[in-house]
């Protein structure tokens, strides 16, 4: 009888795995939980039981298991037992293993069905489920296609095949885009998470990463090599940018991804619900390649703002709405695609703005470097914007003036100097009280250390002894006044401390 049981758990597990197509070792696992499960309910008391069925004769043992803790950290002498009780049996146990001890196991034939079946169909479901992650896992950021399996409140069912689910939420659908049971839907896979229920596989229909991907497949040039996709920007449903550039100076690039007649950009379009697709040929020039961005808008000047990151692009009267995109659409998708803080106005408007800020840089030199507006005027028509330009733009570019002798030219650029370390003493004096303070112990005191000096360092940020020591000799030496004798020695009295005996 015992023999026939054995031969059926074997027949059982071949069955199942067969039928299931999961590993004979994850049956295996769900038959020896149930009867673990099964020979539980006939103790009393909460009891932990391992099962082990011998994988080639169907032969099964239960044990009873006990969890090795500290001798004073038993607290349940059902499910643990004391290290020192442990090493009677096991002396090399440790803390954390388990005692086991044989118990009678319930029969294979007399598991409770329900149980049974619960125990496999979850161990089985879990199996499963990991297969897909497993499959899925070196498919990420790829496209992915499926058939729509239900519409559950705006998010979408994806059955990809093989028992595998994809989920597309509401926020990553397009906007108004009709969907149907039984419709075929492509999405980009950003990511794969194991949850115990519902999708694992996550996709986007809105993410920039589609459009590219579906570039890839559709021009087999950017599949071969010679072209490639730099970025792209999307409102989905509606518009989208994407820049491209060619390794081969033999071709097109737009032309290549327009296709003949427009083929390939519109089976995108039709893929995207109509999404109107403008392609914009890259260029390393950030100012061209914004410029090219801007289409279908004509560009008549641009001025680029390296500190803040932008540029001022001006268009003709005529063509400001159509630069500016229906609710800002075209401006704000060339930013994304650029990178770049875009500022759109009409040549009137860009030419008013330079004026005004001309005006405010001419009065600035006016001011502070204590010059008549003829000479201030100069400055400006030659490009200086700021005071820093003029202190530390090098000698010969500033002797390449006409109207500047080298005199005149030295003069400028000390002025200059003064007034930078004006403001940056003014600036000091704005700080918060903590800062003077922990300057007036730290810097101030030092020996050979000025106030000016010290007022300038603390506008650099270095405002204790260690800050200071941390400096070399070419720092200090652009504090006016300062010398290398003098730099070299307040650096070695900042470092004083470094080798003091700490011991006491």
Known sequence: ????????????????????????????????????SATKKHYTNEIDVRVHIDRHT?????????????????????????????????????????????????????IGAQTARQVIV???????????????????????????KRVERGNVILDLGDNAEALITRD??????????????????????????????????????LLIQLFMMEVPEIGEGFLEIVGAARDPGLRAKIAVKSKDPRIDPVGACVGMRGSRVQAISNELAGERVDIILWDDNAAQFVMNAMAPAEVVSIIVDEETHSMDVAVREDQLSQAIGRNGQNVRLASHLTGWTLNVMTETQAAEKHEQEALSVLKTFMDDLEVDEELASI??????????????????????????????????????????????IASEAELDEAAPAALAEELRTLDGMTEP?????????????????????????????????????????????????KQP
């Open 1 to 36: 009888m015992n023999k026939e049981i054995h031969k059926g758990i074997l027949l059982v597990v071949d069955a199942v795995s067969f039928e299931k197509g999961v590993s004979k070792e994850v049956i295996f696992n769900a038959l020896e939980c149930a009867m673990a």
């Open 172 to 209: 990553e659908m397009i906007h108004r885009e009709a969907v149907r049971p039984n419709d075929r839907l492509r999405g980009y896979l950003h990511s794969i998470r194991s949850e115990q229920r519902g999708p694992q596989l996550f996709l986007s229909r809105t993410a920039p990463e």
């Open 453 to 501: 000096w010290a007022q300038v360092l603390a506008s650099r940020g270095i405002l204790s002894r260690d800050d200071l020591a941390e400096q070399s000799v070419d720092d200090l030496m652009t504090l006016e006044g300062m010398d290398e004798v003098q730099a070299g020695k307040l650096i070695m009295t900042a470092r004083a401390s470094w080798f003091v005996d």
């Open 122 to 148: 979850q161990k089985i479901r879990e199996a499963e489920r990991a297969q897909i992650v497993e499959a899925y896992k070196d498919r990420q950021g790829e496209l992915v296609s499926g058939v729509v």
């Open 379 to 424: 400055l400006v028509q030659e490009g200086f914007s700021s005071l820093e330009e003029i202190a530390y733009v090098p000698l010969n570019e500033m002797l390449q003036i006409e109207e500047f002798a080298e005199e005149m030219v030295k003069e400028l650029r000390s002025r200059a100097k003064d007034a930078l370390l004006t403001r940056a």
């Open 58 to 110: 169907g032969n099964y043992k239960a044990f009873r298991r006990f969890e090795v803790v500290e001798d004073e950290g038993v607290e349940s002498p059902e499910l643990q037992v004391s290290l020192k009780e442990a090493q009677t049996q096991k002396p090399d146990i440790e803390i954390g293993k388990f005692i086991e001890e044989p118990i009678e196991s319930v029969s294979f034939d007399r």
